[in-house]
């Protein structure tokens, strides 16, 4: 079955070949075709160009995209979307004051969400998060990695790796999954941090990786939640059980984190809202990719992620939503995008490696998804009619889509 889409106004991230990430200036490129066509047979991408060159109008469908721009589907490499229930009464308690900190503090926050999702059965819980994943999609993401870190006990942790897997098996967009136990001290563990490591380094790693629930380990590497020597020890541990590291780091306090996670061949460190030269100097010699999540920063008025800094010195960058029920309740990556552009000074070409091929490589994806390139997963986005690719992030809040294709298939 094969479905050719002609007369298309952009078509966005063209690559001749893949490339498995894009670092520093070569950000500022974003390969277009201007009035092309995009072929595919079944799941998969066969064939691209202009109109001029497309000689034979044959294909089992054919759509005109007339007036619209098409490009690959967002590859969102940090979510948390599995969780139970939400958080609103501490967003309006930080209005009134308090900090995300505070509230953590006095119980709120992580703890109150694994409450939460401790005493919701795994069928509500999952259907809870298949909506979620169903809107996400709907807004144009083809490839999403979920993260555990709301059960906090074995058992709610397995029930959320669980409901992750079920979502893969019932969704057709790319789902990887991430065990977070590390995300923060169970209140039983309050004075025995070192116990509940222990609890993660030695049943929940084993368990997780026997029963093959998840493909990366995660950690939250903070003040107050887990340090340097947890972060170390949690990560040899997943890697040691085949799980790879991906770890959040420099979301408050810059104290070596991201030099643990580059140590550890952490395929991504994720946050780094404070950010130091020499954190930077660390991610220059390494393969790890940074990851900036906006729509936290914004949700938190917490500082933007300095991605100037970074791809000025020369790095990548990913974009990610961190859809989570406490500092980001969203899951739209075109805000992401927008508020990267207007909030980070990034450029729209920036935003858009950053949200697809370096999103896909962030996730383990890149071989098959975040750019236009033959051999790989039909997933794209077609926008409404808009004038050029850059009033995507321009017309911040507006839904420009018109469709997704998730593997061939309109969603
Ligand atoms: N910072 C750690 N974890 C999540 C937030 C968790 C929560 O507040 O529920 C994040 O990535 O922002
Ligand atoms: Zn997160």
Redesign the pocket.
């Known amino acids: 079955m094969t479905t050719l889409i002609i007369n298309i106004k952009e078509l966005l991230q063209v690559r001749e070949n893949h490339i498995p990430k894009i670092s520093g200036r070569d950000m500022k490129q974003l390969p277009i075709i201007k009035d092309a066509y995009l072929l595919i047979d079944d799941d998969t991408i066969v064939g691209f160009g202009t109109m001029a060159d497309c000689k034979k109008i044959e294909a089992d469908t054919i759509i005109d995209a007339t007036g619209k721009v098409v490009l690959p589907t967002w590859c969102d490499s940090h979510t ?1 979307i599995v969780y139970a229930g939400n958080r609103e009464q501490e967003f309006v308690d930080r209005i009134n004051g308090f900090s995300y900190e505070d509230i953590a503090n006095r119980g709120g ?2 703890l109150n ?1 694994a409450e939460k999702l401790q005493q919701t059965s795994e069928d509500d819980l999952y259907e809870q998060s298949a909506n979620r994943l169903q809107q996400v999609m709907q807004l144009g993401t083809g490839a999403i990695e979920i993260k555990s870190g709301y059960g906090l006990t074995i058992e709610a942790e397995l029930k959320m790796l669980r409901v992750i897997k079920r979502l893969k098996q019932n969704f057709p967009l790319k789902i990887e999954a991430t065990l977070l136990a590390a ?1 923060a001290v169970p209140k039983e563990f309050k004075d025995n941090k070192e116990g509940f490591v222990d609890l993660i380094v030695n049943d929940m790693i084993p368990t997780v990786a026997n029963e093959q629930l998840a493909k990366y380990i995660d950690v ?1 590497c903070e003040k107050g939640y887990f340090d340097l020597i947890d972060t170390e020890r949690i990560l040899k541990a997943g890697t040691a059980h085949g799980l790879i590291p991906k770890i ?1 780091v420099n ?1 408050f306090n810059a104290f070596g984190g991201i030099e643990i996670g580059v140590n550890n061949q952490a395929l991504s460190v994720d ?1 780094l809202e404070v950010l130091n030269d020499s954190d930077i100097e660390v991610l220059k010699n390494s393969e790890t990719m940074p990851v900036a999540l906006p729509s ?1 920063s914004y949700f938190l008025s917490i500082p933007y992620t300095p991605a100037r800094k970074l791809i000025d010195a020369g790095l990548p960058l990913a974009l990610a939503s ?1 859809y ?5 309740p969203s899951g739209n990556m075109n805000f992401v995008i927008s508020t990267a552009c207007i909030k980070m000074r990034i450029t729209p070409e920036e935003a858009i490696n950053a949200a697809t091929i370096n999103g896909a490589y962030a996730m383990g994806v890149g071989n098959m998804y975040g750019s236009i390139t033959r051999g790989k997963k039909a997933n794209i986005i077609i926008t409404k009619d808009i004038p050029s690719y850059a009033f995507l992030p321009y017309a911040f809040g507006s839904n420009h889509i018109y469709k997704v294709m998730i593997n061939g298939q309109f969603i």
């Open positions: 948390h926050g992580i969400s995300h939250f959040h979301q946050h936290c961190d989570n029920p406490g500092s980001t």
